[in-house]
């Protein structure tokens, strides 16, 4: 028994803000009864993941250790936290756990995936505690930008953990539960092994403002806004629909909701009993006939996603009927997220050449992180007074921000990145093992993992252009005929004025017609040399290497 | 002559941020005169122009027109300005002019494309006027982050236009020409015509910085540091240099410069006369012997160049013998460009887990911009009051608002973007007509136009993988053997669970096996066959549909 250990492994999230997936155990090395916290996606880029849908925690360590896990406790619903519970569902096929509203938005994920109705549990918040193994697990109501987040109290035969999930310090969210010190001061007060803390902002000086702080800057910018109305945000962020809803509503204007999660998040805010208030809203064929300036669009797409409401209307004449056009305006509820700074600049350059007017955060009027900033970390802290700070849901550099200012103010801060286990046992984290961990991408309907070379050679395709060479050996081992090219992402014409494919054909013949049999004979060596001189070749006339495949076809 | 008119036509910059090139003509319409005012590059990315190594203004319309241009001005050197006057030269021929230290950057640009050294000219600054067809053009000295910036007076038949270029109102610039009012007076006090004006920083509200308010922040920061310092910064800036190099000095630091282009600006400002009192540098085999609390390297990548200096000392251990490790600092003395953001977070992160510890700009104690902001535009409209105002060098949405706030001031503006060809001979700015403009992609060494296919090929490849089917087809019209196909950038198993390749070899063997005759005789037919059978078997099979090429080879 005295072999028993406490441990803690991030596999996604750690080192990164996305992705989110934690793993506690409790028992003898190797043995350990498992919780896993939280199974959440990221989304590609084309500069490292062309082509993939979706990307996923890689959890080949879990699937091994199926039998030891004893559910899966998913914090919010916000998708780095929620958006693979689906995906992995059949991987994993242990019992999930999460409060009312963030269920609701797990259990379509999960019927997409065809997981049985007793999959899911719906569990109360603190004080009830579900037992999962050696573990009990509460959550614990803690303001996020989306209802019903919830950090969780983790009781370990070592002591309490906590995990904080994404949160702020917000004392009027508007909707949902208000920070409460008191409580979080009760699950504190016996003692706190671990805390295990949202890093996001540690970089961000000042103290976090309230939701609440955005009522009034958001009711004089509708009061004052001529013509249409439109507005972006997260969605997921009901609070905030709900001020710019009912602010528009307050100002004589009918309100529309367009995109899909927009429609989704609100009726399941408002069937959870999450969201009362809300001001009646039209579809766009009814809006279409509203005049412009009786009329608020809430809308999806405030990262500049190609195919959300956001785009759609600045990109199109018109979206659904609605059309934007000169004394519009167009707000940004939202803050852009580092890499998505080109797609929403698109966007702000199309509607200013509608002649729409763009008013974004800018000075922070109209939009409110819903992440701790460095002064309320240091609060929670103060609070939960642990004996060791984990930091996580952040890149490294966020994290080891976030260490260094535990260790400063005399607590045990260590930097665990995604694969790397902690042993929790002793007065101070200690590294146990190192996991070999990475991504999984989701691409089309089949999952992969990232170091599997098909977006390396994605890439290289990118770069490079794509040249295939077919030729035809015949039955004596001799070419037949010359052999083909074809381009792909490659200039027609390069250095000496005749077409690329052309030149190839010919460097390419050449080759064959002095190629000595045993080259000839020898597959292996017959391409490559043939992929050499299309290199060369391109090199020459073109200044660059392209991607080759070489076919031969032989009739023996 | 009464039918002569005065036209300003932008083809690169004026939409944008980046590749600027500004036409100006006189004459009858379609026999005007024609001056250059910049031929810039902007650069490429992953999103929207992989594997492209530059990209230029498409510059057909002058090219049709060479023998009308009676001249290129070049602003300043900074690579948006100047980028492709080496590229282009010989499409136009045409003389470029260029005070000293700019013409040191052109002449090394030109020598690399073999233009005559008589294609350079180099001259003084206002009063000094060049003749250049109906126009005389003179450089009036401005304030920018890149010595010896200018504007230019451009006298036409109907009045002087001011082409800011690039500039700040700075008064103490610590290298080069401060911002001098009583210059500009003078050059608008008979009035100004147009003042085509750098729009970048209209968003911005509050005045401008002068470049010399870091130097005590700089001082303070080399002077706290311990381990190695090491900052990045564009090496253009050579005032930034000059105040990183000089404070680290005056902290006991010896200077390295690492990265070609620090070197190149340095000696290229040293030699024009612009850079006095530089301190000492050291190469990197001399720093590396360096204690490391007495080292300061100065280094090229601020914007996440994967190739420069600063990612190389991210992401090795050392680089040229320097390596980074716990307790240095590295400084960024930049802003991050919008786009840039996941190349410059991927330092940063390499850095911390290096144990490095990062400044950056963050509240502008290490960084001022040299765009003049809004209240700064206001000024030069107030100094020059011209009888128009002609946003350039800005997206759309810079342009729209700094023609707003000119119209508020009450000066005629107007928003022309690339290809908008302006006549200005009235009282107000009128568009004449709308001409054929785009982009011009170096990609190796070879130009062609962003419309030509080739690029949107390379980005579908890269979203959708490559497919090659080859086939033969004998002397009877019959297929011979089964189809072949090759993989690239894809799964290899799909939903069936067998090889993908092998699924759709299956697949188009048996529509050979059934096809008619007459199909296999239609080269165009068959191969549309072929490949809308790989699609479908592929979306089926993997859930996407890839790029195909099909080649069909025929032994009669």
């Known amino acids: 028994m005295s072999n028993d250990r406490l441990i803690y492994l991030p596999l996604g999230g750690a080192g990164e803000i996305g992705m989110n997936c934690y793993v506690y155990g409790y028992g003898a090395p190797g043995k350990e009864r498992l919780i896993i916290v939280d199974l959440g996606v990221t989304f590609p880029d084309m500069d490292t993941t062309p082509g993939v849908d979706l990307i996923m925690p890689d959890i080949t360590w879990l699937e091994k250790r199926r039998d030891q896990i004893d559910g899966v406790f998913i914090t919010h619903g916000h998708e780095d936290h929620i958006g693979a519970v689906g995906h992995l569902y059949d991987k994993l096929r242990a019992p999930i756990f999460a409060r009312k509203f ?41 303001s996020h930008s989306i209802p019903e987040s919830a950090g969780l109290a983790i009781d370990t035969p070592q002591g309490r953990i906590l995990h904080t999930g994404d949160f702020k310090i917000d004392e009027s969210p508007v909707v949902g539960e208000p920070f ?50 439109v507005a972006t945000t997260f969605a997921s962020n009901v609070a905030r629909l709900k001020t710019l809803a009912t602010a528009a509503s307050d100002a004589g204007r009918t309100v529309c909701l367009l995109g899909r999660s927009m429609q989704r998040m609100t009726q399941t805010a408002k069937e959870t009993g999450l969201l009362e208030g809300f001001p009646q809203t039209v579809g766009p064929e009814e809006a279409a006939d509203i005049p412009r300036q009786n009329l608020f669009c809430l809308v999806t797409g405030s990262q500049g996603e190609r195919r959300a409401a956001s785009a759609q209307l600045a990109n199109n004449k018109s979206y659904l009927g609605i059309g934007l056009k000169e004394g519009d305006t167009f707000l940004f509820s939202s803050k852009t997220i580092p890499g998505n700074e080109r797609g929403v600049i698109r966007i702000m350059n ?8 763009i008013v974004d955060h800018n000075d922070g009027d109209y939009h409110v992180s819903g992440h701790a900033n460095q002064p309320d970390l240091l609060e929670m802290h103060k609070i939960t007074k642990p004996q060791m700070v984990i930091p996580m849901h952040g890149e490294h550099r966020h994290l080891r921000e976030h260490a260094k200012l535990a260790d400063k103010n005399g607590l045990a801060g260590i930097v665990a990145v995604n694969g790397m286990m902690l042993d ?34 994605r890439i290289r395709m990118a770069l490079n252009g794509h040249v295939t060479v077919t030729l035809i050996i015949d039955e004596n081992d001799d070419p037949l005929g010359d052999p083909w090219v074809e381009l792909m992402g490659l200039p027609e014409t390069g250095r000496s004025n005749a077409a690329l494919a052309e030149v190839l054909e010919g460097d390419l013949g050449q080759f064959m017609g002095r190629a000595k049999p045993k080259t000839l004979r020898n597959e292996e060596a017959l391409e490559k040399e043939l992929r050499k001189i299309v290199r060369q070749v391109s090199q020459n006339e073109i200044g660059k290497k392209p991607e080759v495949t070489v076919v031969v076809s032989r009739l023996n």
């Open 102 to 142: 963030t269920a609701s938005l797990a259990r379509r994920k999960l019927d997409e995936h065809g997981a049985p109705e007793s999959a899911l549990n719906v569990v109360e918040a603190y004080p009830a505690f579900t037992q999962a193994g050696p573990f009990k697990v509460a959550y614990v109501p803690i």
């Open 350 to 357: 199309q509607l200013s050449e509608k002649g729409v007017d």
């Open 180 to 229: 409460d010190r008191k409580l979080w001061d009760e699950v504190s007060k016996d003692g706190v092994k671990a805390l295990v803390c949202d890093s996001t902002n540690v970089f961000s000086q000042h103290a976090g403002r309230s939701e609440s702080t955005l009522r009034e800057p958001i009711s004089k910018f509708m009061k004052e806004a001529t013509g249409m109305v």
């Open 424 to 457: 929790l046992s002793g007065n101070q984290p200690k590294v146990a093992e190192y996991i070999d961990t990475g991504r999984t991408y989701l691409d089309g309907s089949v999952k992969y993992g990232a170091m599997d070379g098909i977006i390396r050679d």
